[in-house]
């Protein structure tokens, strides 16, 4: 028998093995993306999608395109906004736009739901693109954001380090190109600083749910054990978990002031 299997039949192999496949079990940010995007979506709404990229769903994600697929069919429309030339003349499903998230090419009151998927950490201004949110926003529309928790450790790391390192090791450990990596200012990246920004462009029905996210160190022996620590803490402490999804919805009458209608908070996680 060789020393591998060996290792891998003693018990602290077989541990290792144990909490590796727990970890690969664990729900991508983009499946949570996902859930919350059936939960607020209602056949007829005029969606536009910020930030957009060239698909509402990515494509890797299983299932991915029959949720797509679903949205596309009952939507009254769906628009993407973006000023990242590839994403645009890529191929898409959605209509889009290029016009920068500060300064949005639409008439007011004219979506119901407005979704930014991995973008908000991209603004050099967020709480003007929240401004431009809510003015496009059909009163009683609702807005719902995914973005990183810069307490999470990855995304310190990515804060204190250069935008060539960041293409470097998402190019070598898990190959994603360089044009699909866009520099990060996380200049609205907390729960507190969400509501914040929020409620002061006009909205006072703000949530910030939290999801742990994904453990990426699986495959790089010891510093797997770290992370996973990090991602049980994170469990009980919800400051530490790697993902945000703020949901904020416009009053039904157009200002910030009056009552809203509530949004679940049932996301079973």
């Not at 810069?150 to 790391?157: D, G, P, S």
């Amino acid at each position: 028998m060789s020393k591998a299997s060996v290792c891998d039949q003693s018990p602290e192999g077989s541990a290792s093995s144990r909490l590796r496949s727990r970890a690969m079990q664990e729900e991508h940010e983009q499946h949570f993306y996902a859930r919350m995007l059936e939960r607020h979506f209602r056949p007829g709404m005029r969606w536009l999608d910020a930030g957009c990229g060239h698909s509402l769903i990515p494509a890797w994600l299983k299932g991915g395109q029959h949720i797509e697929q679903k949205f596309l069919t009952e939507a009254a429309i769906i628009v993407g906004a973006d000023v990242d030339v590839p994403s645009l003349i890529a191929h898409s499903r959605i209509h889009r736009v290029a016009c920068r998230l500060e300064d949005l090419s639409f008439q007011a009151e004219t979506f119901d739901l407005i979704t930014c998927n991995m973008v908000v950490e991209h603004l050099a201004a967020p709480t003007k693109a929240f401004s431009e949110f809510f003015r496009v926003l059909q009163p009683g529309g609702v807005v719902i954001m995914l973005t990183p928790n810069i307490y999470h450790w990855a995304n310190v790391i990515s804060m204190l380090t250069p935008f060539w390192f960041h293409r470097l090791v998402l190019k070598n450990l898990w190959n994603r190109e360089p044009e699909d990596v866009f520099p990060t200012l996380y200049r609205c990246n907390t729960k507190s600083s969400l509501v914040r920004s929020l409620k002061s462009v006009g909205f006072s029905n703000c949530t910030v749910y939290t999801a742990p996210g994904r453990q990426r160190l699986m495959e790089f022996g010891p510093l797997f054990y770290p992370e996973y620590v990090w991602y049980q803490l994170s469990l009980r402490f919800d400051d530490l978990r790697e993902i945000l999804c703020a949901v904020a919805q416009k009053s039904p009458s157009g200002t910030g002031n009056a009552e809203y209608r509530p949004i679940p908070s049932e996301l079973g996680i």
